[in-house]
T-cell receptor, first 113, second 115 residues
Framework: AQSVAQPEDQVNVAEGNPLTVKCTYS??????LFWYVQYPNRGLQFLLK??????LVKGSYGFEAEFNKSQTSFHLKKPSALVSDSALYFC???????????FGAGTTVTVRA | NAGVMQNPRHLVRRRGQEARLRCSPM?????VYWYRQLPEEGLKFMVY????????ESGMPKERFSAEFPKEGPSILRIQQVVRGDSAAYFC?????????????FGDGTRLSIL
């Protein structure tokens, strides 16, 4: 069984400040971890993924995420948030022997000018 | 646009009618996944298909729901005799190979509303 928890429903930050969206996961095998962003009435856009290797993963639009195996976390970060980063963010996990993605409930990010 | 194409974007049906949702995967992708997103929730896996084969339908409701991915044409998610609880956003994703950990690429979804 695999699952994802995003403990914060909402994250509010001022433009220019660092942004962190938290994610913890549970899988039986080695995890493949993903972050997606969803804008209103749109599908999910892929941001980044962790498969293996360096624990710090860099993705699209200046986002990065850090894989922490001991804490089973994969927090999304951006050093300096933009108003245009306001959206719904989903963390997802799949076991390395599976193909189904399990998603968290999502975190709404609001970046104020 | 070489992305995953879903249509219609919005679909309104009355209770008891049938809903057909279509998905054309990205060019070169032969693996299709359907997910459902209920309000205030994340996406839930429904079914995984390859051309002409259903690989895993463990997330599909046992009744009224079916999916296909024919040799030619888009994948179809079919909901018969729709009920209010079927109202949701239905997303299709595609990938080139499920064994390699490639990201699944998503369409913009079909928002189904049941009157």
């Amino acid at each position: 069984a695999q699952s994802v928890a995003q403990p914060e429903d909402q994250v509010n930050v001022a433009e220019g400040n660092p942004l962190t969206v938290k994610c913890t996961y549970s899988v039986s095998g080695n995890p493949y971890l993903f972050w997606y962003v969803q804008y209103p009435n749109r599908g999910l856009q892929f941001l980044l993924k962790y498969i293996t290797g360096d624990n710090l993963v860099k993705g699209s639009y200046g986002f990065e995420a850090e894989f922490n195996k001991s804490q089973t976390s994969f927090h999304l970060k951006k050093p300096s948030a933009l108003v245009s980063d306001s959206a719904l963010y989903f963390c997802a996990v799949r076991d390395n022997s599976d193909y189904k993605l399990s998603f968290g409930a999502g975190t709404t990010v609001t970046v104020r000018a | 646009n070489a992305g995953v194409m879903q249509n219609p974007r919005h679909l309104v049906r009355r209770r008891g009618q049938e809903a057909r949702l279509r998905c054309s995967p990205m060019k070169g992708h032969s693996h299709v996944y359907w997910y459902r997103q209920l309000p205030e929730e994340g996406l839930k896996f429904m079914v995984y298909l390859q051309k002409e084969n259903i690989i895993d339908e463990s997330g599909m409701p046992k009744e009224r729901f079916s999916a296909e991915f024919p040799k030619e044409g888009p994948s179809i998610l079919r909901i018969q005799q729709v009920v209010r609880g079927d109202s949701a956003a239905y997303f299709c994703a595609s990938s080139s190979d499920h064994t390699h950990p490639m990201a699944q690429h998503f369409g913009d979804g079909t928002r189904l509303s049941i009157l």
